[in-house]
């Protein structure tokens, strides 16, 4: 495994936050204080940090309607992340954009994103402007299994390797696009797709953010020497429904109870231990102070003001 | 250089405009199907390609989706790209990045990120295309908010307008007619260049407003000189922008003319022309002598024979026709 017992540990932390953030959403949600519709991402956190860990300043990612975790991994501000998710003035867009578009520029966010599949073509776009401009930046382009039967995304990766863009392509692959089976809507085998495009696959246990983030370093490595995308095939799932209120009937017990097994965050706090870290009344801490972190950004969130900005300012630059 | 450069076609006016932008900004790129070391399938890009090279003037696959997508994420990212569409139609392929990306990014973002994005696309009725490689879907754009939506007629504005489009900051969907490539006029210098959102009066008059946008121009133009070899002078406002819209000057004009024929290259329903028309009577409605007029391609798909095709758009002497109907007090209000 890569990395020091601090970044493990960071990474466990960053897992914590998106978990008890996401759950924060959920209960807000329950108790009807969150506008719309709103997609957590609970169970599929190691993705999300495992890859943004990877990642340098400058570097870019474009994210999905189940982005918050991609958010907090790259940096974002819970409070302003929150309000945003809430409607109010504070948030990363003042309320225009809400959960499904939330842009974080000063983390090198070009957001989360409404269109399935939306942030393949501006990851692409993104990692041609760091080759033009040459800062030597990467860019991420996170979508899921659903994404990877629109036109628009194989497109992409033909470009993406045919011009061996500093780009990798991140897959998380949950097993359902929306309320159905991944399965009953695919012929052949997703992973496989890579090599029609002559594009290397990583495929490997998006559960486990030590595996992610081993396989993200190497990508990135690639994509930053110049040798172009790789697709990492992170298997994984969501504990939550597709959307905050969905009861998740169509899927069977027994899947979900094996999958509960491998849960990324357990998981990676026994590791720790196991590798000699801090305690566990020290995470006990850790967790306890992360959870004051997003009881503090719910609160703010809760205070803040509904947006005040007349309409149609800003809608050109 | 700020002076005139003298005449050259309409073809050569936006290459020249793309060739002094991106001298000018090394983050101009250009993007497309074959505007490569082909220089396009019109000729419109010829010799970008041996001057900027393979990192800036890509050749893309046929993935109009991908590379206009592409093109909103390099935007976003600091780049100011030029997306070629080949033919207008092929557009279609590409609306989900436009309408649900570009359009909404800088909005939705608090104004945190910018898409300064060209997409020039070739249009025209009049070389048997047919269907699917002839029709113009400008007012489509024009009804997102977010998108800006030029349609220059002639080389001079070509040129000034595409330079105005990749300096703006914000999407812009630039029309070209192809039937106008091959014509010829004066352009401006380095310095000569106009940003989306103004209108001309290219030809004065008082007895009637002829409000038109791109290949409509030169038919009203036409139109304008046989009514008056009759003795009724039409003043003719080439549009040049539908977002933003230059209401002035078509105001002005009308206040002067107190008689409109909106005339518009696309299909009439639903189209710019009613857009035009409705915001006359809003704006205007004292002045006029009689109601807004529009003319426009027929609410057909662009047929494909010759002699078909040249029933599409209304030609210099039915718009006159019109023209002095509505004049002497007749409606005609069917096109």
């Given at each position: 495994m890569s990395g020091s017992i601090d970044a493990m540990v960071a990474r466990y932390r960053s897992i914590v936050l998106i978990r008890r953030f996401e759950e924060r959403v959920q209960s807000l949600f329950r108790a009807g204080r969150v506008p719309g519709l709103t997609h957590l991402c609970i169970g599929q956190e190691a993705v999300a940090v495992g890859v943004c860990a990877a990642l340098a300043p400058g570097d870019r990612i474009a994210s999905t309607h189940r982005g918050h975790g991609h958010c907090l991994a790259m940096g974002a501000d819970p409070e302003r992340l929150m309000a945003e998710i809430l409607g109010r003035a504070t948030g990363y867009g003042g309320g225009r954009g809400g959960s499904m578009h939330v842009f974080d520029a000063e983390n090198g966010n070009l957001g989360t994103n409404g269109?399935?599949?939306?942030?393949v073509p501006l990851g692409l776009g993104a990692a041609l402007a760091a080759r033009r401009q040459g800062t030597g930046g990467v860019a991420v382009a996170f979508f899921g299994d659903g994404a990877m039967n629109q036109g628009v995304v194989l497109e992409c990766f033909n470009m993406a390797a045919l011009w061996k863009l500093p780009l990798v392509l991140v897959c998380e692959?949950?097993?359902?696009?929306e309320f159905t089976a991944s399965d009953e809507v695919?012929?052949?085998?997703?992973?496989?797709?890579g090599a029609a495009f002559a594009l290397p696959v990583e495929d490997i246990d998006g559960m486990d953010v030590e595996t992610v983030h081993a396989a993200a370093r190497a990508a990135v490595a690639r994509a930053r020497g110049g040798e172009g995308p790789t697709l990492l095939f992170c298997r994984a799932w969501r504990?939550?429904?597709?959307?905050?209120?969905?009861?998740?009937?169509?899927?069977?017990d027994a899947e979900t109870l094996a999958w509960r097994a491998r849960d990324p965050l357990p998981r990676q706090r026994a590791r720790i231990v196991e590798a000699g870290g801090p305690s566990s009344a020290a995470l006990d801490r850790l967790e306890a102070e992360v959870a004051a972190v997003v009881e503090a950004a719910a609160r703010g969130a809760l205070a803040a003001p509904e947006p005040h900005r007349p309409l149609t300012e800003g809608l050109f630059a | 250089m700020t002076g005139a450069l003298g005449e050259m076609t309409f073809r050569d006016a936006v290459i020249a405009a793309l060739a002094e932008e991106m001298e000018r900004d090394a983050d101009v790129i250009l993007i497309g199907?074959?505007?490569?070391?082909?220089?396009?399938?019109?000729?419109?890009?010829?010799?970008l390609f041996g001057r900027f090279g393979a990192e800036r003037v890509i050749d893309t696959p046929i993935s109009e989706a991908g590379f206009i997508g592409m093109a909103v994420g390099a935007a976003m990212s600091g780049l100011r790209p030029v997306t070629?569409?080949?033919?207008?139609?092929?557009?279609t392929l590409g609306t989900d990045l436009l309408v649900n990306q570009a359009a909404k990014v800088h909005w939705m973002s608090g104004g945190q990120f910018q898409v300064p994005l060209v997409v020039r696309t070739a249009v025209g009725v009049?070389?048997?295309?047919?269907p699917q490689h002839a029709q113009s879907f400008h007012s489509w754009f024009a009804h997102v908010p977010g998108l800006k939506v030029v349609f220059p007629s002639n080389p001079g504005d070509a040129k000034a307008m595409m330079k105005g489009a990749i300096r703006d900051d914000n999407p812009v969907l630039f029309f070209e007619?192809?039937?106008?490539?091959?014509m010829r006029g004066g352009v401006g210098g380095c310095d000569v260049v106009l940003a989306p959102g103004t209108a001309a009066v290219v030809r004065p008059g008082r007895d009637?407003?002829?409000?038109a946008l791109g290949q409509m121009v030169p038919r009203a133009l036409a139109a304008a000189a046989r009514l008056s070899a009759r003795g009724v002078e039409a003043e003719v406002v080439?549009?040049?922008?539908?977002?933003?819209?230059?209401e002035a000057t078509v105001v002005a004009s009308v206040r002067r003319t107190n008689r409109v024929v909106v005339l518009d290259p696309?299909?009439?329903?639903?189209g710019a022309g009613a857009e035009i028309a409705a915001r006359v009577q809003e704006l205007a409605f004292d002045w006029l002598d009689a109601p807004v007029l529009r003319m426009g391609a027929a609410q057909v798909p662009v047929p494909f024979a010759p002699a078909l095709e040249r029933q599409v758009l209304p030609d210099a002497e039915a718009i006159a026709a019109r023209a002095v109907t509505m004049i002497n007090g007749g409606k005609g209000n069917a096109s």
């Open positions: 269109i399935v599949g939306g942030a692959h949950n097993g359902y696009g695919t012929a052949g085998d997703l992973a496989e797709r504990f939550s429904g597709h959307h905050a209120g969905d009861a998740q009937d169509y899927k069977a | 199907e074959d505007v490569g070391p082909a220089g396009g399938v019109f000729h419109q890009t010829k010799g070629e569409v080949m033919f207008g139609d092929f557009i009049g070389a048997s295309t047919g007619d192809r039937m106008s490539y091959g009637l407003s002829f409000v080439d549009l040049r922008s539908l977002v933003p819209l230059d696309g299909c009439i329903g639903f």
